[in-house]
């Protein structure tokens, strides 16, 4: 069974300027999630998907992020314009459910710098 | 609010060793608990998970973890400890959003393995 598959794996950019980070989850799991992990720090989740609607957002900074999931399936997070502290790890997992024991599979992760 | 603390930051141990990593979190109700494991470059993998019963969870690569609900404590541990070990441990606490499940997690423990 392939994973959750992530990309790009690395993308540096400079301040103020766009970018975006894609997730494929694993084939029928109807919860997907983008956390952020900066170095140091264990992830933080900034938006959880159920099918393609939104459960959880309230930790996302919507004037500069936003993501969707159009159709259910793969899921794009962007960040325009970026800033120096967006530098972070940013994950993506999913789930069969989205219940209270659910467990997360993990991508591998993009690594972003922002300069 | 919940959260989980992991207290140490770092920790190095020799090969063959014994291990335990603690963590501690704070949750209202009964807490469901886990255990991720992140090597360099790679996303989280789940070692194992607490929902209830024996209080005693086995895991995968030999990993184990106890939890005492008194002590608020979920601590890892592995009798023998292997270089492959080495890696960042996560420690998390699913708590609810919106009908569903999100993850908690630690700020995380570096395990470094002496030859």
């Known amino acids: 069974e392939a994973g959750v598959a992530q990309s790009p794996r690395y993308k540096i950019i400079e301040k103020r300027q766009s970018v975006a980070f894609w997730c494929n989850p694993i084939?029928?799991?109807?919860?997907l999630y983008w956390y952020q992990q900066i170095l140091g720090q264990g992830p933080k989740l900034l938006i959880q998907?159920?099918?393609?609607?939104?459960?959880?957002d309230s930790q996302l900074p919507k004037d500069r992020f936003s993501a969707e999931r159009l159709k259910g399936v793969d899921s794009t997070l962007k960040i325009q314009p970026a800033k120096l502290e967006d530098s972070a790890v940013y994950l993506c997992?999913?789930?069969?459910?989205?219940?209270?024991?659910?467990?997360?599979?993990f991508g591998p992760g993009t690594r972003l710098l922002v300069l | 609010a919940q959260s989980v603390t992991q207290p140490d930051i770092h920790i190095t141990v020799s090969e063959g060793a014994s291990l335990e990593l603690r963590c501690n979190y704070s949750y209202g109700a009964t807490p469901y608990l886990f255990w991720y494991v992140q090597s360099p470059g790679q996303g989280l993998q789940l070692l194992l998970k607490y929902f209830s019963g024996d209080t005693l969870v086995q895991g995968i690569k030999g990993f184990e973890a106890e939890f005492k609900r008194s002590q608020s404590s979920f601590n890892l541990r592995k009798p023998s400890v292997h270089w492959s070990d080495a890696a960042e441990y996560f420690c998390?606490?699913?708590?609810?959003?919106?009908?569903?499940?999100?993850?908690?997690f630690g700020q995380g423990t570096e395990l470094s393995v002496k030859p």
């Open positions: 997992a999913s789930s069969l459910g989205r219940g209270l024991g659910e467990t997360q599979y």
């Open positions: 998907f159920q099918n393609n609607g939104v459960v959880d």
């Open positions: 084939s029928g799991h109807a919860t």
């Open positions: 998390a606490v699913s708590m609810m959003n919106n009908q569903g499940g999100k993850l908690i």
